[in-house]
Each structure stands twice: as structure tokens, then as C-alpha cells.
């Protein structure tokens, strides 16, 4: 009974509050992302088909008379397509294959083990509303608030079908389904390690969340800022939240605490004579940690190599480039030096296995920003710290083109 009041009272407090406002200020933004690019002719979209796209919804309301800023209320939704890679963990274990023996992992239960390929197609959509009250005044920004609460809901669904390479003869067989169409062994029951791989590989999970958030940040322009900013946020998806439904597995029971901290401190700067930024020099540095608990860690919330816990640092030095036509349009590069460390025991296993991994980058980010419509950003890495993987160090890169529009 107290679990059914708990439910009703937070989803009061984020459906229900937002419904009754005095007065309010709305807005819908809208962005497209290229979020992967197929290779071929022959493939979906001819490689140019954008392959996820998000809708924002957002509305300020004025609740409290004796408070300075605003409530907020967030609707986000986003979908993807996408190929997805089978990870090296037993199916029915949840075993990793860097901690078996040469010999295990010849004769290994991998979760590709037998099939027609380590790669199926992954559609996936979320949908995250979540409401926050600020309080108190920045002081180097008064239209901030100093601390928020963060009250919200986040409902995820993805599904694991055939890859669309099958349809035209690149793969031999299909992954799921054996050469006379019946489900492969592996996909009959529950699959420990896999959850959203089970059954009819339908899997939908719902996570709720709470965060405090700490912004004593000093903007100094659209382009640069310097102070301090952080939180911390406490997750929890229990099978009772609609991840237990009848007739098929629980998709979700854990729980996630995780904290971030950063500083920044501008450098060196020079002004336009009408206040946008000719150049500038900026000095980051941020640290994270998270712990994931729980017995089923769905496929959205899955950590590094399946290890509970995480440790971060992260430096950065940004160069800016000048604002020009207006103050959003501007470049800047970033030079970023990340160590990061996994430890713990296993998630989405009967293993109590544990160990420690660490892994450490240098990176280089390139951000082009045109009137706050297109953003275009390319990354480099040189990953010379690999952790677990025993390859030698290898340089890493990608891209990402962005459209937003908002009314």
C-alpha cells in the first residue's frame, strides 16, 4: 500500500503540478542528430538518412510567490536506429570473456555463440519528463538559481530484430532464429546478462530519478564561462515500476548514485569592441563517480564492462575562436586529458567476480556552432590506456551534425 501511495504521490508531482499554473512562459524545441553513418549503397537510409532525432517540450511556471525563479517542466522524446554490437559476455552467466581461461573462452556460451552474426538492428525511443524548483541566487548571475531539485521519469523501450544486411544475402543466417525460422536456444528463456535480449526481445523499463543541482557558475559571454557547477542524482527503476509485466521478464531492478563536480577558470580573453569575444583561453577540470546496485541493470543504464562502480577525472584546456554575425555563431577547440577508473563486481550476473580496470585518453574536440541551428563537432582520441582489452594503443574518432529549432 505504501509503495502504491509513493507512486501516485510522484507521479502527482510531475503530471499533475504543471497543470495548474498562475502565470507561465512555454516553448517546443526541436533537433534532428546524424548519429551514425551507414557504409554502401545498398544501406538503410544510403548513408545519409539522419538516424535519430529528439522533440523538447518546456514550460516555466510560477508557483511559489515568495520564490524568485520559476518552476520548470521538461518533455522530452527521442528515438534512434542503429546497429548494435553483441558484447563478449556468457548469456547465461553474464561471465565476461577477458576473466575466462583460453580453453572457456574457445568453448565459450557467448551470446553470438552459434548464430549468424554479432550484430542485429536496435530501434529504441525514450520519453523523460522530469519538473525542478530553483532556489536561492547565483551571485555572479542572478537569473540563475544557486541549487535545484530535480524531480523525474524516464520510460525507455528498444527492441532487437534481424539486421536489415539479412534481406539482401550479406549474412548467412539470421542472429535470433535458426535456418528453419525457430528461436535460437539462447533467446528461448531468461537471459541474465542480456535482459532486453529475452523473450520477444521487446523491452520496455521505466526509471525514476531525483537530483540536486549546484550552479554557482559566472557567465561571461554566450561562449565562455568560468566558476564551479555540480550534483548528485539517485535513480531507481524497482521491478514494481512497470518493469515486471505480466506475461514477460523484468526488465530493470537496480538502483544508480552518481555525483559530478567541475571548475573552470578563464585564462586569457580578448573583446570585440561591442562585447563578443575575440578569443579566449579557458582551464577546466571536472571528477564523477557512480555505483550502480540492483539485480537487472537494463540495456540503457548498462556500465562500462558491467563493473559497478566508476571513478573519473577529467582536464581540459578550450581555445575559443570569435563570435561573428552573432553571438551564437563561433568555434572552439578543446584538448582533454580523461583517466577513468571501473572496480567492483558484476552487474547482470550469477558471478561474484570482481575487478579493478583503468583506462586513460587524449582527445581533441573540434565544436562549430552556427546561430544556435547547427552545431557540427568532430572528436579524436588517442586511447593509450586500454583497460581490460589487450590491444595496443589506437587513435579513435567520430563526428556529430546537429539542427535545433525552436518555437
Known amino acids: 500500500m505504501r509503495m502504491r501511495l509513493f507512486i501516485f504521490v510522484f507521479l502527482s508531482?510531475?503530471?499533475?503540478?504543471?497543470?495548474?499554473?498562475?502565470?507561465?512562459?512555454?516553448?517546443?524545441?526541436?533537433?534532428?542528430?546524424?548519429?551514425?553513418?551507414?557504409?554502401?549503397?545498398?544501406?538503410?537510409?544510403?548513408?545519409?538518412?539522419p538516424l535519430g532525432t529528439s522533440f523538447e517540450y518546456e514550460r516555466y511556471i510560477d508557483m511559489i510567490p515568495s520564490i524568485t525563479h520559476d518552476a520548470y517542466f521538461n518533455v522530452g522524446i527521442s528515438f534512434s536506429f542503429r546497429n548494435q554490437s553483441f558484447e563478449d559476455y556468457e548469456y547465461d552467466t553474464g561471465i565476461p570473456f577477458w576473466s575466462l581461461k583460453k580453453y572457456e573462452q574457445d568453448e565459450?556460451?557467448?551470446?553470438?555463440?552459434?548464430?549468424?552474426?554479432?550484430?542485429?538492428?536496435?530501434?529504441?525511443?525514450?520519453?523523460?519528463?522530469?519538473?525542478?524548483?530553483?532556489?536561492?541566487?547565483?551571485?555572479?548571475?542572478?537569473?540563475?538559481?544557486?541549487?535545484?531539485?530535480?524531480?523525474?521519469?524516464?520510460?525507455?523501450?528498444t527492441m532487437a530484430t534481424e539486421p536489415l544486411s539479412l534481406s539482401r544475402g550479406d549474412i548467412d543466417e539470421p542472429v535470433f532464429v535458426d535456418g528453419y525460422g525457430n528461436l535460437?536456444?539462447?533467446?528461448?528463456?531468461?537471459?541474465?546478462?542480456?535482459?532486453?535480449?529475452?523473450?520477444?526481445?521487446?523491452?520496455?523499463?521505466?526509471?525514476?530519478?531525483?537530483?540536486?543541482?549546484?550552479?554557482?557558475?559566472?557567465?561571461?559571454?554566450?561562449n565562455t564561462d568560468e566558476g564551479l557547477y555540480g550534483y548528485i542524482t539517485?535513480?531507481?527503476?524497482?521491478?514494481?515500476?512497470?518493469?515486471?509485466?505480466?506475461?514477460?521478464?523484468a526488465t530493470s531492478d537496480f538502483y544508480r548514485v552518481q555525483g559530478y563536480f567541475e571548475q573552470k577558470l578563464l585564462l586569457y580573453e580578448v573583446k570585440q569592441d561591442n562585447g563578443w569575444t575575440w578569443v579566449s583561453l579557458m582551464l577546466g577540470h571536472s571528477n564523477s563517480a557512480s555505483y550502480i546496485g540492483g539485480d537487472i541493470v537494463p540495456f540503457n543504464r548498462m556500465p562500462t564492462d558491467h563493473l559497478r562502480g566508476y571513478l573519473s577525472d577529467r582536464l581540459?584546456?578550450?581555445?575559443?575562436?570569435?563570435q561573428f554575425l552573432t553571438s551564437d555563431c563561433y568555434t572552439?577547440?578543446?584538448?582533454?586529458?580523461?583517466?577513468?577508473?571501473?572496480?567492483?563486481?558484476?552487474?547482470?550476473?550469477?558471478?561474484?567476480?570482481s575487478a579493478f580496470e583503468f583506462k586513460s585518453d587524449v582527445?581533441?574536440?573540434?565544436?562549430?556552432?552556427?546561430?544556435?541551428?547547427?552545431?557540427?563537432?568532430?572528436?579524436?582520441?588517442?586511447?593509450?590506456?586500454l583497460g581490460f582489452s589487450a590491444e595496443n594503443p589506437r587513435w579513435e574518432q567520430g563526428a556529430a551534425l546537429s539542427f535545433y529549432i525552436s518555437l
Open 13 to 49: 508531482t510531475i503530471l499533475v503540478l504543471p497543470a495548474f499554473p498562475r502565470e507561465y512562459d512555454e516553448s517546443i524545441s526541436m533537433g534532428a542528430g546524424i548519429t551514425g553513418i551507414t557504409g554502401g549503397e545498398y544501406s538503410f537510409g544510403l548513408g545519409m538518412l
Open 108 to 157: 565459450g556460451k557467448l551470446i553470438y555463440h552459434g548464430s549468424g552474426s554479432d550484430e542485429y538492428f536496435r530501434p529504441s525511443g525514450a520519453v523523460d519528463v522530469y519538473f525542478e524548483q530553483g532556489f536561492g541566487l547565483n551571485e555572479k548571475a542572478l537569473e540563475d538559481p544557486l541549487v535545484i531539485i530535480r524531480l523525474g521519469l524516464n520510460l525507455h523501450f
Open 184 to 222: 535460437r536456444d539462447q533467446f528461448k528463456g531468461a537471459i541474465l546478462a542480456f535482459p532486453w535480449l529475452q523473450g520477444d526481445r521487446k523491452s520496455f523499463n521505466s526509471i525514476m530519478y531525483t537530483a540536486l543541482i549546484f550552479d554557482f557558475d559566472h557567465p561571461i559571454d554566450s
Open 234 to 249: 539517485l535513480e531507481w527503476g524497482p521491478k514494481w515500476l512497470f518493469n515486471n509485466l505480466p506475461g514477460r521478464y
Open 316 to 322: 581540459w584546456l578550450t581555445f575559443s575562436g570569435p
Open 332 to 353: 572552439y577547440i578543446s584538448l582533454i586529458l580523461t583517466n577513468s577508473l571501473y572496480y567492483g563486481t558484476l552487474v547482470n550476473t550469477t558471478s561474484d567476480l
Open 363 to 385: 582527445s581533441i574536440v573540434f565544436h562549430l556552432r552556427l546561430f544556435g541551428f547547427i552545431r557540427f563537432e568532430y572528436v579524436c582520441r588517442y586511447v593509450f590506456m
